[in-house]
């Protein structure tokens, strides 16, 4: 995320705008035909992996796929320096998720060709963080507010999130953010992202207290809590459903039109359930634009990663089979 | 099933009679080029999968899967509503196969595309029954008869086979059928849809005497045990090899060209075989065209639901690389 | 392997040679397009996988695809027959990879359209013995050299390894030569691989030292343990790490500008290591540059099993994406 500036950022963003048709299924463009995405996860996911061959598709290429660690060479020992050298002749870019941190850079550094992280472990998943932060600026700018002066509550797990992780990253690059951590004590943000946020200028309370914590704010980031980055099963359960919204907390405690954001999946099962379902209705559950939005995100991280961007145009036609209504 | 009625069994045939071209390889239609198919198969599948994929291929789409459930992030405790509104952001129609019985119903409630029931549990599966009723009307139509007054047997595991539940409610649509039904008792087919066929009007004969029960059928529907849907392995073995079709029980109590069908796969293990592989030079055995007709019942239906089926000439040329003669 | 001669292996370098310019992302050809790939891997491989898809995606092709033996209907007892016979009917070639040795031979005679072998079991890995081949060619006439007269040393698990076995198959239509076999005793090459390689007229020389073996030859093929195929691991760890080459043992033992090649994966852990990450920076490992021909050899194939090979050009343009240096 590091790579990253606001200047970056903005031409993402002006990209992933202009992806909008595409993505909504109003026009085709075949601008990367014949391209190959290696859309390379080691670690199990659907949603990411099928956002990221999603939008490579939706820009015209041919996606190459690997969706867990025990086909691959690694589990045979390979080095991270080999398998980027193999993968990286097969493929014009690489989006790599694997459950080591670091394992990425790792990665990028022996390829021979642009590499996205897809997640590494619980230490970054950039993608998100730009949709998470693109779905901000929209919901908030929607309310005459921008990212500057943003009032953000994160709440659950932000030990193991590496989506909270990454969007810390990103927003201290704006001004004057109001940071609201509330989790257990033991999943707490590490210290080196809170002193990151409080040296650029940036407001951060600590709180165990849902609300309290959710009472003042524009937005409200929930995560789930990462079981599978705990040592144990049970560990894990020790910290389920601390932490619940809906909507009679909501409407007791929270500003009108505060935004409800949610990285994905949400775990619906009752002894968790950090966001229940009875908010499913509420126009400011923004859950499901955000998820939509990383597909514009990837989308413009592809374009912009192979240089089409401006030619996105060149191959474009109106769709001419049944779309649904979807955006 | 119950969403079809004539009318619509024979819209999709006649998509299906156009597609052969296509599938037959002779021609190459690009009416879905820029499309996505999200195929999402949260139960184990090769066959119906890449059936599918295959068919969307064909009409110049791309197809995004899931292989298994462990993969996704309904194992963290996703509801199906969320998976649902999720992954319809992704493409332009979702196949789904999942292991709960109603999970394709409740995930296709939430979703914004259209959704295609790819098997739920021992529940349904429509393109099965859609490709058998398809088989059936073609071998017999070459036999000089039609479905209506058809006899037909079917065998095995009348419980827990999906695709005999979604075939007799397509039959029931049908007149006058004669069913046939050979099973062992614990294994036969649920009182619900033997009284919705005899209050249709239509014949049925329970038995558990495999030779009584084929001698006077224009169609054989074999089925295999599916062990995968009991409670114990133990208590599937029980039931393996109770029915087995050979050529020498055939040509002793079949009728000529008597056909003989099966969804497939068939257990040519020896403490299963219900249908033996001396079989596999007998004209009558129309289980591999079973197979062939699913991709285009699959191509008739993608190409319905997304509105395209009179303009797949638009796109086509013909086939210019080497291609084995199929159907 | 035995259904070439050198005629046909001098076919596919060629058309493996008017493949750079797609393999490395200058040009672009459409010359498949609508045509699938049925790229079946009942055994987990990703770099297998991954080339022959590619390799299709290059020439405008689809590709579906299977991972993993348990989500096929292999698992429900299936036949290789029936297998054949329903897969062939999804697309216009077949690669597979099965862990059983003749499994895909049995499957070919079964299918209606073109089967590659991707590797079965311990038996044959076709593909990769070409690309090896090519490999050899290629570094060795760089040198002045060609594969008449070659000096070759094979080391490590030469029982297992089918690359190993289909390379000595293609080695033995030359002419002369001369071959070292560097394994433990109980890892050593079949006596019916060596009797054919002397029967032919070569050279055959078994060692067990390491040094001896690889002082006076034009290439080193080194491979992995194959610990998958053993019984049991244990008896796959004592074996692990007997033979290492390292920059130090190149430098002390070989001559100069003798070449290094690995089937790859390699296996970089401590203690196996058989190729260290010292020589990475030696311009004679070719270990990166053979698997990059390996999509060169699998487009050649799949262009003459289509009868497409000069038909490649008729659709083919420029790319118009940044692309790295690759090559």
New interface residues.
């Given amino acids: 995320m590091s790579q990253f500036d606001r200047h970056a950022i903005d031409q993402v963003f002006a990209a992933a705008d202009s992806m909008v048709p595409f993505a909504n299924?109003q026009r085709?463009?075949?601008?990367?035909?014949?391209?190959?995405l290696?859309n390379m996860?080691f670690e199990?996911?659907?949603?990411t992996?099928?956002?990221f061959?999603?939008a490579w598709?939706?820009l015209?290429g041919?996606?190459?796929?690997?969706?867990?660690i025990?086909?691959?060479?690694?589990?045979?020992?390979?080095?991270f320096?080999?398998?980027a050298?193999?993968?990286?002749?097969?493929?014009?870019v690489i989006v790599m998720r694997h459950q080591i941190e670091g394992s990425v850079e790792e990665f990028a550094s022996a390829s021979?060709?642009?590499v996205i992280n897809g997640g590494d472990g619980s230490n970054e998943h950039p993608s998100q963080a730009l949709l998470d932060l693109y779905t901000i600026r929209k919901e908030v700018s929607d309310r005459g507010k921008g990212v500057d002066n943003l009032r953000i509550a994160l709440i659950g797990d932000l030990r193991y999130g590496r989506a909270v992780h990454s969007l810390c990253k990103l927003l201290t690059l704006y001004d004057n953010v109001h940071f609201t951590l509330v989790s257990p004590p033991e999943l707490s943000l590490g210290d080196e992202y809170i002193e990151e946020m409080r040296g650029a200028g940036h407001e951060v309370v600590e709180s165990s207290d849902l609300q309290a914590g959710i009472s003042h704010a524009d937005i409200l980031y929930v995560t789930?809590t990462q079981?599978?980055r705990f040592p144990t099963q049970e560990e894990a359960e020790r910290y389920k459903g601390l932490f619940r919204l809906n909507q009679s907390v909501y409407t007791e405690y929270c500003e009108p039109n505060t935004v409800i954001m949610h990285p994905?999946?949400?775990?619906?099962?009752g002894n968790?359930n950090e966001l229940d379902?009875d908010l499913?209705e509420n126009p400011n559950l923004a859950i499901?634009r955000q998820?939509?939005n990383g597909?514009l995100i990837r989308m413009a991280l592809f374009s912009l990663?192979?240089?089409?961007a401006d030619?996105v145009e060149d191959t474009a036609r109106d769709?001419?089979?049944?779309?649904?209504?979807?955006f």
Avoid at 62 to 68: D, G, I, K, L, S
Wanted: one cysteine or more; a positive charge; proline letters at 4%.
């Fill in positions: 299924r085709v463009t075949r601008v990367l035909e014949g391209a190959i290696g996860f199990p996911s659907t949603r992996r099928v956002s061959g999603c598709n939706l015209g041919e996606v190459r796929e690997t969706a867990e025990k086909t691959s060479a690694i589990a045979k020992g390979e080095s320096y080999d398998t050298r193999v993968l990286s002749g097969y493929s014009d021979r060709v642009p789930r079981e599978e994905l999946p949400r775990d619906s099962r968790a379902n499913n499901f998820t939509d597909v990663i192979l240089d089409v030619k769709v001419s089979w049944y779309t649904a209504k979807r």
